[in-house]
């Protein structure tokens, strides 16, 4: 539900709803986990992390992208496939956070270190 409604707010170019929908694609991936930890920690660094995000998407459309890599978790997650779930998850992470680098280093024409 969560993917569909980020897509509607990606549309709609929503950025605010969109974190939100993000949000609650990440963290009902936690709960299922069964982890009360990680869904605890995985909200506050949502928390410090979706303003970063929205300002991300204004500046460069990566949402596609990024729903793509969502979908793909999401299937490895249905077909108990956790391993890979979790590799795709790094991966999505990592990229994420590399795109976001790269917009806010090229707007500045500085460095990437800050992140």
Same mark, same amino acid.
């Given at each position: ?12 170019? @929503? ?5 939100? =929908? $993000?949000? @609650? =694609? ?8 069964? $982890?009360?930890?990680?869904?605890? /920690?995985?909200?506050?660094?949502? @928390?410090?992390?979706?303003? /970063? ?19 793909? /978790? ?29 917009? =806010? ?9 800050? =992140?």
């Amino acid at each position: 539900r969560a993917l569909r409604q980020a897509e509607t707010a990606a549309a709609a170019r @929503d950025f605010s709803r969109m974190a939100l =929908f $993000n949000r @609650d =694609f990440h963290q009902a991936l936690a709960t299922a986990s069964g $982890n009360p930890v990680l869904s605890y /920690v995985l909200a506050g660094l949502q @928390d410090q992390s979706a303003l /970063v995000a929205t300002q991300g998407w204004r500046r460069r459309a990566t949402w596609k992208e990024e729903a793509g890599e969502h979908a793909a /978790v999401l299937k490895a997650v249905r077909a108990g496939r956790s391993e890979r779930a979790g590799e795709l998850m790094l991966r999505h992470i990592e990229g994420a956070l590399a795109r976001l680098k790269t917009e =806010f280093a090229n707007e500045t024409g500085g460095s990437s270190e800050r =992140f």
